[in-house]
Each structure stands twice: as structure tokens, then as C-alpha cells.
């Protein structure tokens, strides 16, 4: 496993440092900060009711300082990227076809490995596990990575994992959904064997994306793909798994061989809801690995502003990529995509689709309805921002009509958890096309009413007269033509020239026209002016 790339020049261990992500953070804007002293009680409510992510200079009786929610935003997710809001998704999928390698570095050279606790000095007891939801099972770390390797297979694994306070060296996490590291553990106490894994807490959010994405690639690799370059690795001092050197804590141990025979939870997840308390194994803990400044960092999965979560945001993104792919399986080249946070990060898509045959918009609903995450497919066109919450409501009120536009599947997979799940484990799905309907005419009440743009072209008339010689014109196009910059002088002009019978108004959308005007075969009809908005306050004319 270790890499030849090792012998690289020197490793920049701030680049990717959690507390470089929160200076750049605080640079934009995307940091509330606490200077006063903060219990561990109240921390999850001081965090829940902030739009930014938060950063504690005094937390707990030891005054750690700690941040959190540096992924509950999606310009935060931006900051991570380096890219614009909008840009997320394509620049995810550029760095997925460029794949990074690990680079090993001596525990000398880990920063992680400034400060080094291990056996009957560990104590737990010290950190800032804290009650995050109001019936959690107990007090918890959010913010743990998992890095692993199956022993059976040597393969790579990461994942993100809950870590309930059980003593002064066990803690307990949920080891009950389908998670690689599950299966990776139930085949381990087959064999009667110890897992050996070790935990990140303090993480860039590249990290967390790589930690909840699956694609069967090296994982620990997968990390530094996200990131763009090679992830720095060290093993630890105590069970040799590898691990991130440039995170502010490292937690080494194992799951004992004994299984599942503990409760854990219950604990607020993705859903806004309690996952129920679980039965599951025990983790030992033989070191605590640091910098000598570590940032703690904690990490909320639930609450009524889901669009506030760390889990919410990333999950969201990573349904966004989901929802790219299907739709180019498909054959459909979406203009744009949107997964919403709130809905559990993922169960509600947006797509917008640039103007093609009859049917597109059911096919890419079909497509999406078949990811089996999400619940309802909003498809609209692409003259609509899929980003703006405003803008697809009103493509709703404007361009559904419920008859005929609700795609509904029933007898669908439930997904765990979903409190709307019938009995026999099945969902129902729905699908909106929001999308202009085809075979209207194109008309100025199919228009959207908005302040005009003018494109500062040249003039081309010397008069309005002149202007109009080319064919009927809308005011504003006559405006531009003569180079307008008012336009209560083009008015008083075409009345002038209306009272002269030298114009009239054409009545099906008001252009204005000369009476000796007529049109020629095979020349362009008159019809709406082009549309000079980027927003969806542009035209709704592609019939």
C-alpha cells in the first residue's frame, strides 16, 4: 500500500487543514463566532440557530476551541471546490475522472502526530462528546471519518461514523445499516477477529464527501481525488491503519471480535427524525493522536432546517452527481440540476432541460424516479433556475397542470427510515413536469413581464420611420434601434407618425408597424423580441 509517491517533494500539511478551510470561510463571510465561554449543553442549540457555520473559541470546562456546520452550505461546499455555487457538481465529476494517489509519510512528519496519548493514558472522558438532539441515547462525536482496511480483501475503506462516550477508552458507533465497514466487521467476528479502525475527527469537507460517496475505488485514494492531489497518509502509532496526517485528531483502536451485544441511540438522523436505539459492537481505544492546536469539530445530522446540515448539504451533493449520471445514461444532457437539501439531502431533484422532443420531460422523469433515493422529480425548462426557490414555483403555478402533468409510481422501495413508508416496505414516488407545453402559440401573454435589457448595440436608424422599414418592431425594440436612451421621444414620435397614418399597432401582440408594410414570402414572421434575460424572466417561447 505504500506509495512510491512518498519519495515526492516536501507535503504542504496546511492545504487541506480544517482550521485553513475555517480562516478561508471566515474570509467570505460563512463564520459566526463565539468568543464567550459555551457549554457543551448548549452547543447544539447555539449551532441549530445559525445560518453560518460557528466557531467556538471556548467550549467546555477544557475551553476547546471548536467549529461546526463548515459543510452546512452550499457556499461553503463552493469555498471547499474552489469553484462557483452553480459549478459544484461538473467540477466533482471533473476531479472523479482524475485520480489522485496516497503519499506515506512518517509519523515525524504528521502534524496529526505532534501530540501522541496512548493506552491507560487515553481518557475520553477529555474530549467534547456533547448531547446533540434532544433523546439521544448520550453524549456523541459527529465529526468521526473512518479509515479501514478489510483484512480479508486488503481493501480500502472510509466512511462517516457517530461515536457514542461509553467510557475512559470504549466508545460505541452504529454498525447496523448496509455500510461497507459493516460487512467488513461482520466478517471479521466470523473469523473471530478484531477490526482495527481508525477515526478522523477535524476534517476538510472534501473529506466528508469522499467518506459518504460509494464508487468502487480505492477510498483512502478516493480522498485524494476530491481534493485534487495526493492525500498525505500516516499509520498509526497503535493498530497501523492509515489515516489522514493532516487532521486535527486521530482516535486509533478496534471493534472487538465479541459482535453486536450493546445499545446504541437513539440519535437524530438525515430525516429530521430518531434513528431507534441499535445493538451494536464496542470500540477500544488505544491511542489519541493530535496537533498541538487542534480544532475539535462537531457535526449535526438533524433539526428543522435540514438545509443547515452538514449531512444534508453533502448528501445533496452527491445525489446531484447521482442525478447527472442517470440522466446521460438516459440520453438527456440536463442544462442544469439541484438536489435539495431539505429534503433529507437528497429525495426531492430539480432538472432543468433545455427545449427538445415531445417527451423529453417524462423521460428524464422516469430516469430520475428510478435513483432509488429520490421521492419527487421536479423537471422544468431552462429558462427556469433550478437554484431559485421562487422562479420553480412559479414554473409550478404557471406550467403544471395536475391532470396531466403528475407522473405518480406506486409500490416503489422504500428508503430506510422514511416515515411515509407503508406497511409492506414500499413508497410512492411522484414526478412534476413543469415544463412549457409544446404546440402553443407564441404569443406576448406567454411572456414573462420584466425590466428591459438593452444590449447596447449600434445604432441602425437614423428615425423611427426608418427603424420600422424592416418589419414590425415591439417599443423597446425601436428604442435600441434609434439608440434610445429614453424613450419618451420615440413615443411622442410614433403617435405622430400613427396620426399621420404612416403606422399602426398589430393587435395579436402590439408590435408596431408601417400601414404600407406586408409580409413577404418566406420572410421571418413578426413575433416576440429576443430574449436578453439570463433568469428565467425570460420568454416562454420555445414551442
Known amino acids: 500500500m505504500d506509495s512510491a509517491a512518498s519519495k515526492q517533494a516536501k507535503v504542504d500539511f496546511d492545504k487541506f487543514r480544517l482550521r485553513r478551510f475555517v480562516e478561508r470561510l471566515m474570509d467570505i463571510g460563512e463564520v459566526e463566532v463565539h468568543e464567550e465561554p459555551v457549554a457543551l449543553a448548549d452547543l447544539s442549540a447555539v449551532i441549530e440557530a445559525s445560518p453560518k457555520a460557528t466557531l467556538f473559541k ?5 475551553k476547546y476551541e471548536m467549529v461546526a456546520a463548515v459543510a ?23 476531479r472523479l475522472n482524475n485520480p489522485q494517489p496516497t503519499v506515506f509519510v512518517s509519523s515525524s512528519e504528521a502534524p496529526v502526530h ?38 480479508a480483501t486488503g481493501k480500502t475503506n472510509v466512511g462517516c461514523r457517530r461515536l457514542m462516550l461509553r467510557g475512559k477508552r470504549e466508545m460505541r458507533s452504529n454498525l447496523t445499516d448496509l455500510s461497507d465497514l459493516r460487512r467488513i466487521y461482520v466478517g471479521c467476528i466470523e473469523r473471530g477477529e478484531k477490526l482495527p479502525v481508525s477515526f478522523a475527527i477535524g476534517s476538510h469537507p472534501l473529506d466528508y464527501l469522499a467518506a459518504g460517496s460509494k464508487f468502487p475505488v480505492d477510498e483512502f485514494g478516493l480522498v485524494a481525488t476530491l481534493r485534487g492531489e495526493p492525500v498525505p497518509m500516516v499509520r498509526g502509532v497503535t493498530n497501523d491503519v492509515p489515516a489522514p496526517a493532516d487532521a486535527e485528531m486521530i482516535i486509533e483502536g478496534y471493534f472487538d471480535e465479541l459482535g453486536y451485544r450493546e445499545i446504541e441511540g437513539p440519535y437524530g438522523e438525515f430525516y429530521a427524525h430518531y434513528g431507534p436505539p441499535h445493538i451494536d459492537p464496542v470500540f477500544h481505544v488505544t491511542a489519541i493522536t493530535r496537533r498541538r492546536d487542534a480544532l475539535h469539530q462537531t457535526v449535526l445530522h438533524a433539526g428543522r432546517r435540514l438545509s443547515r446540515t452538514d449531512s444534508g448539504n453533502l448528501g445533496a451533493l452527491n445525489a446531484e452527481l447521482r442525478i447527472w449520471r442517470a440522466l ?14 431539505a429534503s433529507n439531502g437528497r429525495q426531492h431533484a430539480r432538472v432543468a432541460l433545455k427545449r427538445g422532443a415531445p417527451g423529453q420531460a417524462r423521460l428524464a422523469i422516469s430516469a430520475l424516479l428510478a435513483i432509488p433515493f429520490i421521492k419527487h422529480a421536479f423537471v422544468v425548462d431552462d ?12 414554473a409550478m403555478s404557471t406550467r403544471f397542470r395536475a391532470d396531466r402533468d403528475l407522473i405518480v409510481a406506486a409500490g416503489c422501495p422504500a428508503i430506510y427510515m422514511d416515515p411515509m413508508a407503508l406497511e409492506d416496505g414500499s413508497m410512492v414516488k411522484a414526478g412534476f413536469d413543469l415544463t412549457a407545453p ?23 436608424a437614423g428615425s423611427v420611420e426608418q427603424a420600422l422599414e424592416s418589419g414590425p418592431k415591439y417599443f423597446m425594440q425601436i428604442m435600441q434601434a434609434v439608440g434610445s436612451r429614453d424613450g419618451r421621444e420615440v413615443a411622442l414620435e410614433l403617435e405622430r407618425l400613427r396620426e399621420a397614418g ?28 429576443p430574449d436578453t434575460h439570463a433568469s428565467s424572466a425570460g420568454p416562454d417561447h420555445r414551442m
Not at 73 to 93: H, P, S, W
Open 58 to 62: 471556548c467550549v467546555g470546562e477544557e
Open 72 to 94: 452546512g452550505g452550499r457556499r461553503r461546499l463552493a469555498a471547499a471546490f474552489g469553484v462557483d455555487e452553480r459549478n459544484i457538481a461538473q467540477e466533482y465529476m471533473r
Open 114 to 151: 505532534e501530540v501522541i496519548v496512548k493506552g491507560e493514558d487515553v481518557d475520553l472522558g477529555k474530549l467534547p462528546f456533547h448531547l446533540q438532539h434532544e433523546c439521544d441515547g448520550s453524549t456523541y462525536l459527529s465529526s468521526g471519518i473512518d479509515f479501514t482496511v478489510d483484512p
Open 328 to 341: 446521460r445514461a438516459a440520453g438527456i444532457e440536463p442544462a442544469a440540476v439541484r438536489s435539495l437539501p
Open 383 to 394: 429558462d427556469v433556475d433550478v437554484f431559485c426557490d421562487e422562479e420553480v414555483e412559479w
Open 438 to 460: 409544446y404546440g402553443r402559440r407564441d404569443t406576448v401573454e406567454r411572456r414573462v413581464a420584466c425590466a428591459p435589457h438593452f444590449t447596447g448595440e449600434e445604432v441602425r
Open 502 to 529: 404612416v403606422v399602426a399597432r398589430l393587435p395579436t401582440n402590439g408590435e408596431w408597424a408601417l400601414r404600407s408594410w406586408k409580409p413577404v414570402e418566406r420572410a421571418p414572421k413578426p413575433g416576440l423580441p
